[in-house]
């Protein structure tokens, strides 16, 4: 089991710390579902157990955490690596071999696992995790999904008797997500392994946990049931938004069990149209609705794997698209393509008479910007003011004047940053920031330069549910000024709410193309928790719900809910190590 005593964590520099007096307790065998605000400290928690934290990332670690009896105070990493696996929420920067079977193998060569066990051992994590076709595979020409699951497969391996997983499901398409869940589920379940995940897809989730655990922003910490805990945290997938705004005692964690529960909310809804599902700002850009980027028999091809296959689109000013489909389907591709710097064998892309491929690198910005699925990738100075600084430099004379755009006069960078995240240091160094800072920093330096189409390429990994709803007023804002946005994304609750349109892939071709509640409300595979529990009434989101009601959302302290149970989480932050063992007495 894993133990914290009173553990508080303050890097260095740092005002406070991150983590103040936790004592948290996880059994063997459970599955604790880590849960908080993005940037809270989630990430801090997880290294502590394996002693990243701070025998890596430095820092003062006050207090004890104790992994089946070995003290990370006194182990570090490399002596708990028998104990402990991780796979972070950047499986390429982990990755040490060039081909996917390496990968697999490598772990177990470091634990000096004879062959014939590494053989058996590779064949079963390539069917647990259904990555048996990329077994030759060079790591890198798999998608981000696919790289997901082959880092989890290099830990699963070792035979680890604690699993640490920081967003595992964040780079998956749902099926992809469902086949690793399972895969983690049945570890604990069949085999007693212990398992540690952070996740900002509660909605994958929270059906699964035993026991919830919540950083706060603060430092604290509170754990309890899954039940229990829910009613009262920060975060909560739509699934538990919805038993909040019903006032169902206790909640319903899973679709089947709100389906079930739903009735009569089904009954109060039905007879009225739902509202829409995205509130668009009044079309404020020239041109609104008209057609910006044209894109015609676009084919990519790396070596013989064609990953787009002869593709049009058009995509109309005003307009938010979710690009959607599985892992490796071709989104990714098809974004670098119209973005101008990808491989394109064939095909043209027009955007107001130009194709950006055949511009220079500061006209195409002009016409279309991308911020790419690592944004970190396009941040290569010291300073979020150097990084600023540069962005203007290059953007200078080639923007075009927008009235109403970000930002509201012609001004820098640096004012688009502080109205997306306002508040980062110019001193900072950008790979200091967190995932949502570092998102609004690059799409800043791609909106300096005024371009007419905005892409993204899964830009929620690593946002919790208010920055996913804050970059869906920053992309709704973009549209009412006449930009096209196209999002490449899993997250289906986020094109729920941010999307009017989505187009859907697979091998490479489009097999889907239109209005949002067309598309996902009618679909087993990416419908939202809301549509699938509310069926067949069209609903996708919570705030239609609250609308069609009449009662805005409510925060969880305002919901006027009864008192927690005499199960309720416990303040983990506060409680004596002796008393960490199961909730606190009432």
């Given at each position: 089991?894993?133990?914290?005593e009173?553990?508080?964590?303050?890097?260095?520099?740092?005002?406070?710390?991150?983590?103040?007096?936790?004592?948290?307790?996880?059994?063997?065998?459970?599955l604790?579902?880590?849960?908080?605000?993005?940037?809270?400290?989630?990430?801090?928690?997880l290294?502590?157990?394996?002693?990243?934290v701070?025998?890596?990332t430095?820092?003062?670690?006050?207090?004890?955490?104790?992994?089946?009896?070995?003290?990370?105070?006194?182990?570090?990493?490399?002596?708990?690596?028998?104990?402990?696996?991780?796979?972070?929420?950047?499986?390429?920067?982990?990755?040490?071999?060039?081909?996917?079977?390496?990968?697999?193998?490598?772990?177990?060569?470091?634990?000096?696992?004879?062959?014939?066990?590494?053989?058996?051992?590779v064949?079963?994590?390539?069917?647990?995790?259904?990555?048996?076709?990329?077994?030759?595979?060079?790591?890198?020409?798999?998608?981000?999904?696919?790289?997901?699951?082959?880092?989890?497969?290099?830990?699963?391996?070792?035979?680890?008797?604690?699993?640490?997983?920081?967003?595992?499901?964040?780079?998956?398409?749902?099926?992809?997500?469902?086949?690793?869940?399972?895969?983690?589920t049945?570890?604990?379940?069949?085999?007693?392994?212990?398992v540690?995940?952070?996740e900002?897809?509660?909605?994958?989730?929270?059906?699964f946990?035993?026991?919830v655990?919540?950083?706060?922003?603060?430092g604290?910490?509170?754990?309890?049931?899954?039940?229990?805990?829910?009613?009262?945290?920060d975060v909560?997938?739509?699934?538990?938004?919805?038993?909040?705004?019903?006032?169902?005692?206790?909640?319903?964690?899973?679709?089947?069990?709100?389906?079930?529960?739903?009735?009569?909310?089904?009954?109060?809804?039905?007879?009225?149209a739902?509202?829409?599902?995205?509130?668009?700002?009044?079309?404020?850009?020239?041109?609104?609705?008209?057609?910006?980027?044209?894109?015609?028999?676009?084919?990519?091809?790396?070596?013989?794997?064609?990953?787009?296959?002869?593709?049009?689109?058009?995509?109309?000013?005003?307009?938010?698209?979710?690009?959607?489909?599985?892992?490796?389907?071709?989104?990714?591709?098809?974004?670098?393509?119209?973005?101008?710097?990808?491989?394109?064998?064939?095909?043209?892309?027009?955007v107001?008479?130009?194709?950006?491929?055949?511009?220079?690198?500061?006209?195409?910005?002009?016409?279309?910007?991308?911020?790419?699925?690592?944004?970190?990738d396009?941040?290569?100075?010291?300073?979020?003011?150097?990084?600023?600084?540069?962005?203007?430099r290059?953007?200078?004379g080639?923007s075009?004047?927008?009235?109403?755009?970000?930002?509201?006069h012609?001004?820098?960078?640096?004012?688009?940053?502080?109205?997306?995240?306002?508040?980062?240091?110019?001193?900072?160094?950008?790979?200091?920031?967190?995932?949502?800072?570092?998102?609004?920093?690059v799409?800043?330096?791609?909106?300096?330069?005024?371009?007419?189409?905005?892409?993204?390429?899964?830009?929620?990994?690593?946002?919790?549910?208010?920055?996913?709803?804050?970059?869906?007023?920053i992309?709704a804002?973009?549209?009412?000024?006449?930009?096209?946005?196209?999002?490449?994304?899993?997250?289906?609750?986020?094109?729920?709410?941010?999307?009017?349109?989505?187009?859907?892939?697979?091998?490479?071709d489009?097999?889907?193309?239109?209005?949002?509640?067309?598309?996902?409300?009618?679909?087993?595979?990416?419908?939202?928790?809301?549509?699938k529990?509310?069926?067949?009434?069209?609903?996708?989101?919570?705030?239609?719900?609250?609308?069609?009601?009449g009662?805005?959302?409510?925060?969880?302290?305002?919901?006027?809910?009864?008192?927690?149970?005499?199960?309720?989480?416990?303040?983990?932050?506060?409680?004596?190590?002796?008393?960490?063992?199961?909730?606190?007495?009432?």
């Open positions: 089991m894993i133990a914290f009173q553990v508080s964590v303050t890097y260095d520099g740092g005002e406070s710390p991150v983590l103040r007096a936790v004592t948290a307790r996880v059994e063997e065998g459970e604790a579902l880590v849960v908080g605000r993005t940037g809270a400290g989630k990430s801090t928690f290294g502590a157990v394996n002693g990243l701070p025998h890596f430095g820092g003062t670690l006050v207090g004890r955490v104790t992994v089946f009896g070995r003290d990370t105070r006194t182990h570090k990493p490399r002596e708990l690596a028998d104990v402990v696996g991780v796979v972070g929420q950047d499986p390429q920067a982990g990755f040490v071999t060039d081909v996917v079977e390496e990968e697999l193998a490598y772990g177990m060569e470091q634990l000096g696992l004879a062959p014939s066990v590494m053989r058996t051992r064949e079963e994590a390539l069917d647990l995790l259904g990555i048996a076709d990329l077994r030759d595979r060079p790591l890198v020409s798999l998608s981000g999904g696919e790289q997901q699951r082959v880092a989890i497969g290099s830990v699963l391996t070792t035979h680890p008797r604690v699993l640490v997983l920081d967003e595992p499901t964040s780079a998956l398409d749902p099926t992809a997500a469902e086949d690793v869940l399972a895969a983690v049945r570890l604990v379940h069949d085999l007693g392994v212990t540690l995940m952070a900002h897809r509660l909605e994958r989730v929270v059906q946990a035993d026991r655990i919540e950083v706060r922003s603060d604290s910490v509170l754990e309890g049931p899954p039940e229990s805990m829910l009613a009262v945290t909560a997938p739509p699934v538990v938004q919805l038993g909040r705004l019903a006032g169902w005692d206790p909640l319903a964690l899973s679709v089947r069990d709100a389906r079930r529960r739903g009735g009569s909310l089904r009954a109060m809804l039905s007879g009225q739902p509202p829409p599902s995205r509130s668009l700002p009044a079309p404020g850009g020239p041109g609104h609705g008209d057609t910006v980027l044209t894109a015609r028999r676009i084919v990519v091809r790396y070596g013989d794997v064609t990953a787009v296959r002869g593709v049009d689109l058009a995509l109309c000013a005003g307009q938010i698209v979710a690009l959607m489909g599985r892992n490796g389907s071709g989104k990714s591709s098809l974004l670098w393509a119209l973005q101008g710097s990808g491989p394109r064998r064939s095909g043209t892309v027009d107001r008479g130009e194709d950006p491929k055949s511009l220079s690198s500061s006209r195409a910005r002009s016409l279309v910007g991308l911020v790419p699925q690592t944004p970190a396009l941040l290569y100075l010291d300073t979020v003011a150097e990084e600023c600084a540069q962005a203007d290059e953007s200078s080639d075009p004047s927008r009235p109403g755009s970000l930002p509201a012609p001004s820098t960078t640096r004012d688009i940053l502080d109205r997306l995240v306002p508040g980062v240091p110019d001193d900072s160094h950008p790979r200091d920031l967190s995932e949502g800072q570092r998102l609004a920093l799409l800043a330096i791609q909106l300096s330069a005024g371009p007419d189409v905005v892409l993204l390429d899964e830009p929620t990994r690593g946002l919790d549910y208010s920055g996913k709803q804050s970059l869906a007023n992309l804002e973009l549209a009412s000024q006449g930009r096209a946005v196209v999002v490449s994304t899993h997250d289906v609750e986020f094109a729920a709410i941010a999307a009017d349109r989505v187009v859907v892939m697979a091998t490479g489009i097999v889907a193309d239109g209005p949002t509640a067309d598309v996902v409300g009618r679909s087993p595979s990416i419908a939202p928790q809301v549509a529990i509310l069926a067949p009434l069209e609903y996708l989101t919570i705030d239609q719900v609250a609308r069609s009601l009662a805005a959302f409510l925060e969880p302290s305002e919901t006027g809910l009864p008192d927690p149970p005499r199960d309720a989480p416990r303040d983990a932050s506060r409680e004596a190590p002796s008393g960490s063992a199961g909730p606190a007495a009432p």
